[in-house]
C-alpha cells in the first residue's frame, strides 16, 4: 500500500493561549513533567546507578546524549502533532507498506519491551525490604512475586479516575517529582563530598569511553531508559494529544472510566492551513513545546540521573561486591542506614515513590500508544467500539495477564530492568525511521523539522542502532566486533 496522506480535512491552526505566570506554573503537571517522572527509575535510580558503580562515571556520557537526543527527537516528534491532531505513532502507521503492517509490527515490538512487569516488581521489592528488614534475595523470590500482584492493583488503580486520564498522570507526576528532585537535592548536599560531585559531573562528557569487556545489556540499557525511553517521541505526543496543544483540540482524547465521560477520538486528523498567520501560530505552540521539554524534561533528567549515582557511589564502599540482581533495587536504603538514623525509611518511601509513579506512567503509555495506533488502523475496530476507553482498558487487562504469569517466572527485578532498557533501544531505531518519514512523506514543507532536527534524528538512529546490535550480537550470538 503507498503512504496514506487522506486527512479529515484543512483546519485553521488554534491560537495558543497567553503564556502568564499561570501558564507557566502548568509546565509542573504537564506532558514535560510526566516524561520526566516516567524516566526517574529503571534508568535513574538503578541502571544508571549500576552503571556507575560497576565501571565507573565515564559511562554517564551515555546518558548524556540520549537525554539529548529524546529532547531534540520528541520536539520534532510534536510537529506532526501539533500540525495535525494525529500523534507520532499515527503518522508512522500512514507509512508505506500500511496500517496493519506497522500495527503488527509496533505491537510485537512493545510486547516484548513490556513483557515483565518491572516497575510492578520495583514496587514489591520495596514493601518487602521494609517488611524484612533488608534487600529481599533469590529465597524470597515467591514472597516478591506474591507482593507483585498487590504493587500490580495499586499501580491500575489511578488510571480508573479523572476527567482525562492525562491530568490524573500530571497532577501524581508533578508533585511526586517535586518531592524527589528535593529530597534527592537535600540528602546531597549533606552527604556528598565534593570530590564525587565533580567526578560523577565530569563523567557525563567523557564521551565515546566503553569500557574494556564491559555488559552490554547493562550499556545498552542506560542508552535505552535514560531520561524518558529511545523512543520517548512517541509518548510525548500522545500526552498532547490529550492535553489538546494546537490541532489536537479538534480530535478528542482517552477520559478516565470513572470520573470522565465518553469522547469521541477521532480516526483521522486534519491538514493545517498554510497562510502565514496558522504557520504564526504553529510556531508559537512549537516554541511552548520546546520550552517545556529543555526546561522541565532535559535538566530534570539530567539532575535525576546525576544525584541518585552521586548517592551510591557515596555509600557503597569502593570496592565492594554489588548487590544482587534481586537486592539491587533497595541496596541503598541498607547502604545508608548506618549513616543517619532515618535514612532507611526514607528511601525506602522514595523508593516507593519512583517505583508506583513509574508503573502507573508505565501501563499509561503502553495502554495509550496501543490505543491510538489499533484505533485508526481497523477502522471497524473503533466503530464497534464507540468509546476509546473499551480499547484502552481491554489493552491494559490483556497485558496484566501476562505479567501475571511472567511474574512468577523467577526473573530477578535488576534482570528485567536491563532487558527492558536493552530492548528499548530497538524501539528507538524504529522510531527514528518513522519520525524521518512522517517527516518527509506527510507534512507540508512549512511544518517539517529543520535541518539541524533531521541530522539528530538521523544520529539517534545511529546511536540507538549501535548499542542494540552490540547487546544482541554480543550477549546472544557470542559475537564481538
Not at 255 to 273: D, E, H, N, Q, Y
Amino acid at each position: 500500500m503507498p503512504t496514506d496522506k487522506g486527512y479529515a480535512g484543512e483546519e485553521e491552526m488554534p491560537e495558543p493561549p497567553k503564556l502568564t505566570l499561570k501558564g507557566y506554573l502548568s509546565f509542573l503537571f504537564g506532558a514535560g513533567i510526566i516524561s520526566l517522572s516516567l524516566g526517574i527509575g529503571t534508568g535513574e535510580f538503578i541502571s544508571g546507578p549500576y552503571a556507575a558503580l560497576r565501571y565507573g562515571t565515564a559511562v554517564l556520557w551515555i546518558t548524556l546524549v540520549s537525554i539529548l537526543l529524546q529532547t531534540i527527537t520528541s520536539i520534532a516528534s510534536t510537529r506532526y502533532l501539533l500540525a495535525t491532531g494525529e500523534t507520532l505513532i499515527i503518522g508512522i502507521s500512514r507509512l508505506w507498506p500500511g496500517r496493519k503492517f506497522w500495527a503488527a509490527l509496533l505491537t510485537l515490538q512493545r510486547f516484548f519491551q513490556f513483557i515483565t512487569p518491572y516497575y510492578m516488581m520495583l514496587t514489591a521489592t520495596v514493601f518487602v525490604t521494609a517488611y524484612l528488614g533488608r534487600p529481599p534475595e533469590a529465597p524470597e523470590a515467591l514472597l516478591v512475586a506474591l507482593v507483585t500482584l498487590i504493587a500490580l492493583a495499586i499501580t491500575i488503580l489511578p488510571l480508573l479516575f479523572g476527567e482525562r486520564v492525562v491530568k490524573t498522570l500530571g497532577y501524581i507526576s508533578g508533585w511526586d517529582t517535586i518531592l524527589e528532585v528535593l529530597a534527592f537535592a537535600i540528602l546531597c548536599v549533606l552527604f556528598v563530598p565534593l570530590p564525587i560531585w565533580t567526578d560523577t559531573f565530569t563523567g557525563f562528557f567523557k564521551f565515546g569511553y566503553i569500557p574494556p569487556g564491559a555488559d552490554w545489556s547493562v550499556l545498552a540499557a542506560i542508552a535505552g531508559y535514560a531520561a524518558l525511553t529511545a523512543d520517548a517521541g512517541l509518548y510525548i505526543s500522545e500526552y498532547y494529544r490529550d492535553l489538546s496543544w494546537g490541532m489536537a483540540s479538534k480530535v478528542g482524547y482517552i477520559s478516565a472510566i470513572i470520573g470522565g465521560k465518553k469522547v469521541p477520538l477521532a480516526t483521522r486528523g486534519f491538514m493545517p492551513k498554510k497562510d502565514p498567520e496558522n504557520i504564526k501560530r504553529y510556531n508559537a505552540w512549537l516554541r511552548r513545546v520546546a520550552l517545556e521539554l529543555f526546561l522541565i524534561f532535559a535538566l530534570g533528567s539530567f539532575i535525576t540521573m546525576w544525584f541518585p549515582v552521586m548517592l551510591y557511589l557515596t555509600f557503597v564502599p569502593k570496592g565492594a561486591k554489588l548487590p544482587s540482581g534481586w537486592a539491587f533495587a533497595t541496596s541503598l536504603a541498607k547502604y545508608m542506614e548506618n549513616v543517619f538514623p532515618f535514612a532507611f525509611p526514607l528511601i525506602l518511601l522514595i523508593g516507593f515513590a519512583i517505583c508506583w509513579t513509574n508503573g502507573i506512567a508505565v501501563v499509561d503509555a503502553l495502554g495509550r500508544v496501543l490505543t491510538s495506533l489499533h484505533w485508526t488502523a481497523f477502522p471497524s475496530l473503533s466503530k464497534r467500539l464507540g468509546d476509546p476507553r473499551k480499547l484502552y482498558y481491554a489493552i491494559i487487562g490483556f497485558f496484566t495477564v501476562v505479567w501475571i504469569i511472567v511474574n512468577f517466572t523467577g526473573l530477578p527485578p535488576l534482570v528485567t530492568v536491563l532487558l527492558a532498557g536493552s530492548f528499548a533501544n530497538a524501539a528507538g531505531v524504529l522510531y527514528a525511521i518513522g519520525l524521518l518519514g512522517v517527516n518527509r512523506k506527510l507534512l507540508p514543507k512549512e511544518y517539517r523539522m529543520t535541518i539541524f532536527e533531521e541530522i539528530a534524528v538521523i544520529i539517534a538512529l545511529l546511536f540507538y542502532g549501535f548499542f542494540f546490535i552490540n547487546f544482541i550480537a554480543r550477549t546472544f550470538l557470542g559475537i564481538k566486533f
